[in-house]
C-alpha cells in the first residue's frame, strides 16, 4: 500500500470532487424542474402529448447513460448541421454534454417517480379539493404536488444516489471529477488500488450524505403525513 503518491496528488482530487459536486447538483436540480411538467402531463394528458412523454421516459430508461453520453459528445458531431449550428460552442463541451446527458437522464426517471406518486395519491385528498371548489390548476399547486412529492421522497433519494454514482462517467469524456482523478493517478504512478479506493471512499462518503439528508427530508416532510 502506498499513499503518498495519494497524498500529493489530494487536491487533484479535491478539484473532481467540486466538479463531481456542481454536475450532480446542477443535474438533478434541472431534473426536477424539468420532470415535475412531464410528470402532470404523463399523468394528466391522456392524448398525444402523455405518449410522447413516455417514449422520452422510455428512451433514456431503456438504454444506458454511458451511450447516451457517447451520442451526446462523440454522436453529434458528425453532422454538419451540428457543427455548423448555433448549438455547436455547446455541443463540442465535455461539461455541457455531461451536464445535458444527466439532466435528460435523471429527469426521465424522476418523471416517472413523481408521475407514480401522483397515481397513488388517495382518491379522498382529490374529492376533497374538489369539494372546495379548487380548479384543477390550484388543486395540483396546492393538493397533488405537495403530496406526491413528499411520498416520493424515498424513491427519489434512491435516484439521487444512482445520479452521484452517473456522474463518474463524467471522466470518459475527458473531465476531472472524482472518477477522472483517479484515473489520472493511476496514468501517472501505476497505482490502480490506492487511486481508485481514494475516489472510492469520496463517493463513499458523498453517498452517507445523501442518505443523511433524505432521512432528514423524510423525516421532515414525509412521516408527518403518514402519521395523520
Request: hydrophobic share 55%; aromatic share 14%; glycine share 8%.
Amino acid at each position: 500500500m502506498n499513499f503518498e503518491a495519494i497524498g500529493e496528488n489530494f487536491p487533484l482530487y479535491l478539484s473532481g470532487l467540486g466538479i463531481t459536486l456542481k454536475l450532480l447538483s446542477l443535474s438533478l436540480a434541472c431534473g426536477l424542474l424539468l420532470a415535475l411538467p412531464l410528470a402532470v402531463v404523463r399523468t394528466v394528458s391522456k392524448g398525444w402529448a402523455s405518449r410522447l412523454v413516455w417514449v422520452y421516459t422510455y428512451a433514456f430508461r431503456g438504454t444506458p447513460m454511458l451511450v447516451q453520453l457517447f451520442l451526446c459528445y462523440y454522436g453529434l458531431a458528425q453532422f454538419d448541421a451540428v457543427r455548423d449550428s448555433w448549438a455547436w460552442p455547446w455541443l463540442s463541451s465535455a461539461s455541457f454534454c455531461a451536464w445535458l446527458t444527466f439532466t435528460l437522464n435523471t429527469a426521465a426517471y424522476t418523471t416517472e417517480i413523481i408521475a407514480g406518486s401522483i397515481r397513488a395519491l388517495p382518491a379522498g385528498e382529490i374529492e376533497a379539493a374538489k369539494a372546495l371548489g379548487m380548479g384543477r390548476g390550484l388543486m395540483l399547486r396546492r393538493i397533488v404536488l405537495p403530496a406526491a412529492l413528499r411520498r416520493a421522497l424515498p424513491a427519489y433519494g434512491n435516484e439521487a444516489i444512482f445520479m452521484l454514482h452517473g456522474t463518474a462517467l463524467a471522466s470518459v469524456v475527458t473531465l476531472l471529477d472524482v472518477t477522472g482523478a483517479a484515473r489520472a493517478v493511476n496514468a501517472k504512478y501505476y497505482l490502480p488500488f490506492e487511486a481508485f479506493i481514494t475516489a472510492g471512499a469520496f463517493y463513499f462518503v458523498l453517498t452517507l450524505g445523501l442518505v443523511g439528508l433524505f432521512r432528514w427530508a423524510e423525516a421532515r416532510w414525509l412521516k408527518p403525513m403518514m402519521n395523520r
